[in-house]
């Protein structure tokens, strides 16, 4: 697999098979398209992404079609009010020979499926953001590295219920995307209920292994940057910070908080990948645009006066563009 002579055949081949794997979720997941691709540009850049959306929309059935089509190991932890830091990263027990021993949670797999991360206390979400920051954990203060790749998969309903515990904005930054989920169309819906109603299994073939995306991340890493692309992504994130020497009109207005640096990051890093999936050797300024909602919709912050007058996050990026 890595017998690439040069960069330019690597990223011919990633191409290729981006286009393989977004036709094998096409076999489960119908419609999305736009969501698996930000999936895929998450886990080729080494991010984690928070999907959104409400109940029955598939989350979890496209989290683990990406493990299952990229041949990784997945586990899928469901965060509830009374979960434990210990039930995430694992235990110590006594064993036969009276001995401590270390037993692995859940966490420790190639992807991770959080499931309702704003359902658990913020002790348990914290266990879990180390992990994502860290990628390794410490138990009886011993450390245990995860498994590279590591990713973690968030959902969170956007519903406000009862007893739900919404991530503090600095845990939120952890993650690279959000990624919203609508409903699907009628035509969707139509084919939906016919995959999921009959008894036809989709077969599922493995594309890309763990070794294959390490060696893509790389990749994506080497891709050379214009400065005036750079610049671009900078000033975009500048723009969203009120109070500061280059803030757009509309965050002095609307914005309570604006993205740091970790915005600016994601951004390059995601426009170089789009530019890779789409047959380009380098990203341009629409690469970054095409990065801007999904890695700046949780970092914006609206103010009082945003949410009064019903104004979105996306939205208020949307006139910043």
């Not at 096409?26 to 080494?46: A, F, R």
């Not at 991010?47 to 493990?67: F, M, R, W």
């Not at 609508?182 to 070794?211: A, C, H, Q």
Request: hydrophobic fraction near 45%; charge should be negative; charged fraction near 20%.
């Amino acid at each position: 697999m890595h017998s690439f002579s040069t960069d330019i055949e690597a990223a011919d081949a990633l191409k290729e098979q981006v286009n393989v794997i977004s036709k094998a979720i096409g076999k489960v997941i119908v419609g999305q398209d736009d969501v698996v691709e930000k999936l895929i540009i998450s886990i080729l850049c080494n991010g984690h992404s928070l999907l959104v959306g409400v109940p029955g929309l598939a989350k979890t059935l496209l989290v683990k079609t990406v493990a299952d089509v990229l041949d990784l190991s997945f586990k899928r932890i469901q965060f509830t009010p009374d979960l434990m830091p210990s039930d995430i990263i694992g235990a110590e027990i006594l064993n036969e020979s009276r001995q401590f021993q270390f037993i692995k949670g859940p966490v420790f797999a190639n992807i991770i499926l959080a499931d309702e991360i704003n359902r658990t206390p913020p002790k348990t979400q914290a266990a879990l953001l180390e992990a994502m920051q860290e990628r390794s954990v410490t138990a009886a203060g011993v450390l245990y590295k995860l498994p590279a790749p590591f990713f973690v998969l968030a959902t969170q309903n956007p519903i406000e219920q009862e007893g739900t515990y919404p991530l503090p904005e600095a845990q939120l930054d952890r993650f690279m995307f959000q990624i919203t989920l609508d409903y699907p169309g009628f035509e969707e819906e139509v084919m939906i209920v016919k995959n999921t109603t009959g008894s036809r299994v989709p077969d599922l073939t493995k594309v890309m292994t763990g070794d294959d995306i390490l060696y893509f991340h790389d990749l994506v890493r080497r891709v050379p940057v214009p400065d005036n692309v750079l610049e671009y992504a900078v000033g975009l994130v500048q723009k969203t910070r009120p109070g500061s020497k280059n803030a757009a009109p509309v965050a002095g207005q609307y914005i309570a908080y604006g993205a740091g640096p970790r915005a600016s990051q994601y951004l390059i890093l995601g426009a170089k990948c789009h530019a890779l999936i789409n047959g380009k050797y380098s990203p341009d300024i629409e690469d970054v645009r095409a990065m801007a909602l999904p890695v700046l919709r949780h970092r914006v912050l609206r103010n009082y006066k945003a949410e009064a007058e019903g104004i979105t996050q996306e939205s208020l990026i949307k006139q910043l563009l």
